[in-house]
């Protein structure tokens, strides 16, 4: 039973550009959420994907997209790129109604803005 | 999540002893409780978790405990052996359309042999 995958696992892009990131959820998950990770930090909520809709937000600006296809696959897309935008970027997956809708993390996506 | 900036608190510890990792949550609304432990260059890994109703929680060498008067959450690991060396992480969530999760600050746990 494959876990959640994420790819590419490695990114260098310069500033202004735009970058797409893809996720496949764990095996009978239905339900996708992105999170920002810098450098010593924590994970910071992105938005989470229920049903191909954004269900819920984090306080990230709108460069900052994505999109659930019906295989419950996700991409995260972050336009204009930014410095600050380098950070390890986690999908995580869940079950809804599932028991406490356990979200288990991807080994996520290093993206290196130059 | 709060900044901790690039140096994370560290706890240490001998092999084979117990480790008691702590952490302050701060939304008392929150449904459940969770541990995650990172290791270097991969995701966080779900270890255990509790809901707020309940103060205890056993898993294999692991254990949670929460504290809700003082919005407290501590692990325990019995018998602590160096694969248990990584950074650890307490977050909170709720269900449904409130199931974000919400990371505390990450400790690190050394192990010395």
């Known amino acids: 039973d494959a876990g959640v995958t994420q790819s590419p696992t490695h990114l260098i892009k310069t500033r202004g550009q735009q970058v797409t990131l893809r996720c496949s959820p764990k095996s009978g998950h239905d339900t996708v959420s992105w999170y920002q990770q810098a450098l010593g930090q924590g994970p910071q909520f992105i938005f989470q994907?229920?049903?191909?809709?954004?269900?819920q937000r984090g306080n990230f600006p709108d460069r900052f997209s994505g999109h659930q296809f019906p295989n419950y696959s996700s991409e995260l897309n972050v336009n204009a790129l930014l410095l600050g935008d380098s950070a390890l970027y986690l999908c995580a997956s869940s079950l809804l109604g599932g028991r406490a809708e356990t979200q288990y993390f991807g080994p996520g996506t290093r993206l290196l803005v130059l | 999540g709060e900044s901790v900036g690039l140096h994370l608190p560290t706890l240490s510890v001998q092999e084979g002893d117990n480790s008691i990792i702590n952490c302050a949550y701060s939304n008392s609304a929150s449904d459940y409780f969770i541990w995650y432990k990172q290791e270097s260059g991969k995701g966080p890994q779900f270890i255990i978790d509790?809901?707020?109703?309940?103060d205890k929680r056993q898993g294999q060498r692991v254990t949670v405990l929460l504290n809700k008067t003082v919005k407290h959450l501590s692990l325990q690991i019995a018998a602590t052996q160096p694969g248990d060396s990584a950074v650890y992480f307490c977050?909170?969530?709720?269900?449904?359309?409130?199931?974000?999760?919400?990371f505390g600050k990450g400790i690190t746990l050394s192990v010395r042999p």
């Open positions: 977050a909170e969530k709720g269900l449904g359309a409130n199931s974000k999760l919400t």
């Open positions: 994907y229920y049903e191909e809709e954004e269900r």
């Open positions: 509790i809901r707020s109703n309940m």
